[in-house]
């Protein structure tokens, strides 16, 4: 899996001959895993059917600010808060002299503006344009503002020109895009993360578990590679695909994920625990499958061991992060937990919603630590990884 899988991207066309490589740029992107979407201005549709990157996306291509219709679907703020990143390949003279300036008069623009992600240039042009004085401030003014440019290539230009402005080609734009999530903030560290629900066997064929779908915890196992960190998943029984940096350990019962975990921990610097764990097991597991005799049946349950509070306890230079998913008075609770056992971190959400949490792709949450407690807004949980992924690093590194 690559860094750039999950990942959501906007690629904006602009209106210059180069706009024939965004298919393949759009393609790429995809077959790295991201989501992409694609936002055309009316001289990129001169150049190159929106059609083409519809059929190539599988999603309608996005072209006017104005239409109601358009907006209803999915307006400017929402493409640019979806967004992790925008691609603007090619980008024009005309385009970066609006980035630059702030003009919101098309929708490729006016999402820019709006957008609080990484918005990456690939600019293609006649080498006269791009050499001029204009156009090279406009590139300074973007670069300073943490906008990466990717210069153009060298070479023959449609026009018969020979110099810079040739669009990079789509193989180098990809591998930048990868590396635009590196962020490098945790490098050297070693994260340990459970994820998803465990499993309590009743009898030979029976178990008690919860909903827990291990998206979250995973979601955190990427955005911790991308941060540069090590990081060794030890995951319940869920059907998602483990990051290909990552290593991963399958386990099915608490104890089994206490084993694992108690032994990862030790050569570690963070602990997320993330899984679900069950909370009871049955005292004594049938060795044979349980007759269906009578209308009811009990079972004798035990609370299981508390995986997190074992750890933190044992490790007191573990920096630990734990989750609380809560239905009401959601930061009184989590508070209690980030004490009771002994957390660093807690990231509390309201599971009484069905638009966040359990098996959902979004999430909201509260991150609770012993001075702060910071609201984290509702995002997909691929992002929300992110952002938690910066608040451990900024605890870990002051
Ligand atoms: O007590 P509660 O289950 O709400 O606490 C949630 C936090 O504790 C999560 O971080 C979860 O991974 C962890 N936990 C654990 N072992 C358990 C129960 C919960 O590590 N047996």
């Known amino acids: 899996m690559s860094s750039l899988s999950q990942k959501r991207i906007i690629l904006g066309i602009t209106g210059g001959i180069a706009a024939y490589k965004s298919a393949e740029i759009a393609r790429r992107l995809q077959d790295q895993g991201a989501e992409v979407r694609v936002i055309m201005t009316d001289s990129a549709q001169e150049f190159i059917r929106p059609l083409t990157l519809q059929a190539l996306t599988g999603k309608p291509v996005h072209t ?5 219709k358009a907006e209803a679907a999915m307006g400017h703020i929402e493409l640019a808060r979806w967004a992790d ?20 008069n098309d929708l490729l623009t006016t999402v820019c503006l709006a957008s609080s992600g990484k918005i990456i240039v690939a600019p293609a042009m006649n080498q006269a344009m791009w050499s001029q004085p204009a156009s090279q401030e406009n590139i300074e003014c973007l670069k300073q503002r943490g906008i990466a440019i990717l210069e153009p290539d060298n070479g023959i230009q449609a026009c018969g020109d020979i110099g810079p402005g040739r669009l990079q080609q789509p193989e180098a734009i990809i591998e930048h895009m990868g590396s635009v999530f590196d962020s490098g903030i945790l490098s050297g560290k070693q994260v340990v993360i459970t994820a998803g629900p465990t499993r309590e066997a009743i009898d030979p064929v ?21 941060a540069g960190a090590s990081v060794t998943l030890i995951s319940g029984p869920v059907s998602l695909q483990c990051p290909d940096r990552c290593e991963l350990i ?85 508070r209690k937990k980030l004490e009771q056992k002994h957390l660093n971190a807690i990231i509390a959400n309201d599971v009484s919603r069905n638009d966040i949490g359990f098996n959902s792709d979004d999430n909201e949450a509260l991150w609770i630590d012993a001075n702060n407690c910071k609201a984290l807004s509702k995002k997909s949980k691929t992002q929300l990884a992110r952002e938690i992924a910066v608040l451990i690093a900024n605890e870990i590194n002051h």
């Open 64 to 68: 006017d600010l104005l239409d109601p």
């Open 85 to 104: 990143a925008i691609l603007v390949a090619p980008a024009t003279a005309n385009f970066m002299a609006a980035l630059n300036q702030g003009t919101a």
């Open 206 to 226: 029976r178990y008690i578990s919860n909903h827990s779908s291990g998206k979250m915890g995973y979601a955190l196992a990427s955005a911790m590679l991308d």
């Open 250 to 334: 399958s386990v099915v019962s608490t104890d089994d994920m206490l084993a694992a975990t108690a032994q990862a921990v030790t050569k570690a610097d963070i602990f997320i625990s993330a899984a679900a764990v069950a909370d009871y097991r049955v005292t004594e597991v049938a060795s044979q499958k349980i007759k269906k005799k009578s209308d009811k049946m009990s079972l004798n349950l035990s609370k299981t061991p508390d995986i997190v509070s074992i750890l933190s306890k044992d490790n007191p230079k573990l920096f630990v992060v734990g989750f609380a998913a809560e239905t009401d008075r959601v930061e009184a609770y989590a």
